[in-house]
């Protein structure tokens, strides 16, 4: 392979805290490394428009530690078809971009699969979502963060749950994932977990609120990821409602407030080592793959093979929820 001397970054699908550390990261190695560093604005709908720059160390001065991310993102639906492709091509050819790094989640890898197969740009992936749901990695940029946003907020409806001696439903982020779920509702103490990989049993769900009550348990907390098959928050008040009238219940979701904020020291230290990771693996010829963490180590994965994380949840989890909320 050629060696590369322009490179470019961007940020797709839905943002995640610590993809600001992540472009720090790449555009500090590339120029480290004496490459040019070019940034598309607005993830594959930028790089269709055109919408790119050239960068300089100083565009990422006093980012680490901020949310959101400087490129902009964007959900493309003209880049899932076969002529906003080309677009995307041509426009990468035009400013002399010989090879990418690509921060986002499944659908921004999903789409990298079929781009770069068709059309040999050499490509790197950085996993940044707060979901969670790819597999090749342990860790994605933004999933602690967002796990602490929820924890925090079910900590504070924990208090005025116990005030008024109420059942509160939580509905966290994860359409298709329960990682959010599992590990705040672990980490905040609930009393039930629901998520998308698991059948929700409601008369369980019931059953479990009704042997509260003997209880006495004053506090049930539930939590719930909003792709459960169940449904959400609201779905939930109203079969709980509906079984027992006279209790006090309330629901609360979260929504894109697990999105925002500054990200953990988790995250902002692994969007450095993955963006690190990223330009040295195109350095040495890598393409078409995503930079992972597994027991603490960068691994590279096929983009191919990383969409949709499968792995069934941890039986460990689910039994711990169990027995610590009896
Ligand atoms: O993929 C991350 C995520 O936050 C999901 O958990 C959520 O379902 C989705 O994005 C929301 O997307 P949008 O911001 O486009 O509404």
Redo the contacts with the bound molecule.
Sequence with gaps: MAKITNVGIMTS??DAPGMNAAIRAVVRTALYHKLDVYGIRHGYQGMINGDIFKMQTTDVSNIIQRGGTILKTA?SREFMTASGMKKAYDEICRHNIEALVLIG?DGTFRGADEFFGKYSVPAIGIPG???KDLSGTDFTIGFDTAVNTAMEAIDKIRDTAEAHDRLFIIEV???DAGYIALNSGIAGGAEDILIPEEVTDIEEVLSRIDSDELRKKTVHLIVVA??DDFGGAKELQAAITERFPLLDVRSCILG?I??GGSPTFADRVLASRLGHAAIRALIEGKTQMMAGIINNEIVFTPFSSVVKNTMPVNADMTEIIRVLSH
């Design positions: 699908g839905g959900r989640g979502t707060i979901d982020m994860g359409r909003e792709g894109h697990q999105r």
